[in-house]
């Protein structure tokens, strides 16, 4: 097929599904986007419809299929990593799909995580022991639905569930699996012990699969709904973290991929599996011999979107920019203002689903400016927190790479270049994830030789390079800003026992 081969990567998002086409080349040739709906129906409940989301698949897929001139090679898949569906023998679902952003059940992970195990459990399935993690939610389940988690004859992710209607094939890869807490990582097997604790099976699970595994066609429906031959092979794929790293060309080791979008991460591929010894960091497969090692935050872009709406409602909707230009006008360190950024909770690297946001030195001096600064400089400061605990873990950092949402600010470029205290470099020019998962594809297809690629491919646009001065003031802050999680630890927690007596 040469370099007219073309590869569509398709990428199950929390916010949106993406399916992009790409060359051997790397050139983007077609996109489409969909966005998935969000149900909160409860305090802390994160749900979607799986079935809603399929339909977005089949949309996307459709839709760049009649917008390429020539024939698809394959699908390739990423996806949101820690989603749970049940489904019943038929593969209906029983549940919707409860993604990572949901904490109900935060009590039962802080019970798994203080357990003489708890650690030992991380370390060995290389998920943090949180309520995002699938385990988490499995032992929620067994308590406070028991008759449901009794039905339930497959538990599946929101990609697994995507793959068995399009192809009939019950599988998950190394990459999902290993962020669900039920996989051993050093194995490639599911964990006994951790299955015990989510009262389940192995036969109850997909069969574990390489990211690289190709399943050889769609079925008839798939197969009109998409506008595919029925032959086109599909591979498997992986989770959007590690993928995000071939996206920002960040795939030797060494070189750390922190992207900003409603979230925010910093993972780095290692050649071998493994967690810091306190547990810092989460440990997820790419390929067979690349693994991710990281933390993600909750809090990212949302910050930015809470100051519009809390503090400066008054710019109206869609102020991202102008809230820029205010919070440019504050000094850096924002006057010894703290912002602890946990609107959403938090996750790396203490992975806790107690905290909330807080601002720590507020003074009568301090201006809607001062609050805005300070929260854009918290969600770095939390990101330099998880830079510190990837170098916890034994892992050297010579570059950083950076993508997402929040690279388009000038002034929150600077402020990660100065908060890290060191250069980052900013790519441009790719879909992230999807060209992620589509260039695993063009591997697993023989199509290129590897995904090495990624790092010819992807431009690096700008190196923004620290203000000794201002890096300067973060590095005096930053142990500061550290200290206030274990600080308001017992008032985390006597706020969530007085939830009940204080929401609306």
């Known amino acids: 097929m040469g370099e007219s081969a073309v590869v569509v990567g398709v990428d199950i998002g929390t916010t949106s599904t993406k399916a992009v086409a790409y060359d051997t080349g790397g050139r983007q040739l077609a996109a489409h986007s969909i966005g998935n709906p969000l149900a909160e129906s409860h305090p802390g409940y994160a749900e979607q419809d799986p079935r809603v989301l399929f339909d977005a698949v089949v949309g996307a897929i459709r839709a760049v299929v009649d917008e390429l001139p020539g024939p698809v090679a394959g699908l390739s898949f990423s996806t949101a990593l820690h989603s749970l569906i049940g489904l019943d023998a038929d593969g209906t679902p029983l549940t919707p799909s409860i993604i990572w952003a949901d904490s109900r059940a935060s009590a039962q992970a802080e019970r798994l995580r203080a357990a003489p195990s708890g650690l030992a ?64 990582i050093h194995r490639l097997a599911w964990d006994a012990e951790a299955l015990g604790l989510g009262g389940i099976t192995a036969e109850q699970l997909p069969r574990l699969v390489p990211t690289t595994h190709v399943l050889p066609g769609l079925t008839a429906d798939a197969a009109r709904a998409t ?31 922190c992207s900003i979008g409603t979230s ?82 938090e996750r790396a690297p203490h992975w806790s689903a107690l905290p909330r946001g807080a601002y720590v030195g507020l003074t009568h001096g301090h201006r809607r400016e001062h609050l805005v600064r300070a929260a854009l400089e918290g969600v770095c400061q939390q990101l330099a927190l998880v830079l510190a605990s990837v170098r916890a873990a034994g892992n050297e950092v010579g570059e950083v790479r950076a993508g ?101």
């Open 121 to 184: 459990l991380h370390r060995r399935t290389g998920t943090p022991v949180h309520p995002m993690a699938p385990l988490s939610k499995l032992v929620w389940f067994a308590e406070q639905q028991p008759k449901l988690h009794e039905r339930v004859a497959h538990w599946v992710g929101i990609k697994e569930y995507v793959l068995l209607r399009l192809a009939d094939a019950l599988v998950t890869d190394h990459s999902v699996a290993s962020a669900t807490g039920l996989m051993n």
């Open 227 to 257: 506008g595919l031959p029925a032959d086109t092979p599909i591979v498997v794929g992986a989770g959007d973290g590690p993928l995000a790293n071939l996206g920002l060309g960040a795939v030797h080791p060494g070189e750390v991929a």
């Open 264 to 345: 925010g991460a910093m993972r780095v591929v290692v050649e071998r599996p493994g967690v810091d010894p306190l547990g810092g960091v989460f440990c997820y497969a790419l390929t067979e011999n690349r693994w991710v090692v990281g933390g993600a935050i909750n809090n990212g872009g949302i910050v930015l979107q809470w100051a519009g709406d809390a503090l400066a409602p008054d710019l109206g909707e869609h102020a991202e920019e102008r809230l820029l230009d205010l919070a440019a006008h504050a000094p850096v360190g924002s006057a010894g203002l703290l912002m602890l950024p946990y609107l959403l909770s």
């Open 404 to 504: 997402g949402g929040f690279a388009r600010s000038r002034l929150w470029r600077q402020i990660l270049a100065d908060v890290l205290g060191m250069p980052v470099r900013f790519a441009t020019g790719h879909e992230g994830s999807s060209f992620g998962a589509a260039l695993l594809g063009l591997q697993a297809l023989g199509l290129i030789e590897s995904i090495d690629i990624a790092a010819d491919l992807v431009k690096v646009d700008e190196t923004v390079r620290p203000d000794p001065a201002s890096a300067a003031t973060y590095a005096a802050l930053l142990p500061l800003f550290s200290e206030l999680q274990d600080a308001l630890v017992p008032t985390y927690a006597s706020l969530r026992r007085l939830a009940p007596s204080v929401s609306d």
